[in-house]
């Protein structure tokens, strides 16, 4: 049985950064891409970052050039580094996991919250 465990969310100052865990176990990590996506409260939930099984990265228009996604294939982990944080960004952030050829994947996690506020 596939689980993804989030971690790393939290409340942060406009600018500033976070970094996203996502530890993945009850499948063979290296064979599946990995993604993050977020949901902010009342809209739909949308696809921030990708990571193909052979690292290939691909981000959401809003995000490109301040969050950074990578994935360590031994301790089966994916990360987000976020950084210049924008109150727009607050949202649930939800782990994926899935083959490369299909999104979003068929296994989430179950969210950790970013608040970005003063």
């Known amino acids: 049985q596939v689980q993804l465990v989030e971690s790393g969310g939290g409340l942060v100052q406009p600018g500033g950064s976070l970094r996203l865990s996502c530890v993945a176990s009850g499948s063979v990590f290296t064979l599946y891409a990995m993604a993050w996506y977020r949901q902010a409260p009342g809209k739909q939930r949308e696809s921030v970052a990708r990571i193909s099984s052979k690292g290939s990265t691909d981000y959401a228009d809003s995000v490109k050039g301040r969050f950074t996604i990578s994935r360590n294939n031994a301790r089966n982990t994916v990360f987000l580094q976020m950084n210049s944080l924008k109150p727009e960004d607050t949202a649930i952030y939800y782990c994926?996991?899935?083959?490369?050829?299909?999104?979003?994947?068929?296994?989430w996690g179950l969210g950790t919250q970013v608040t970005v506020s003063s």
């Open positions: 994926n996991q899935g083959s490369d050829v299909v999104r979003p994947g068929g296994y």
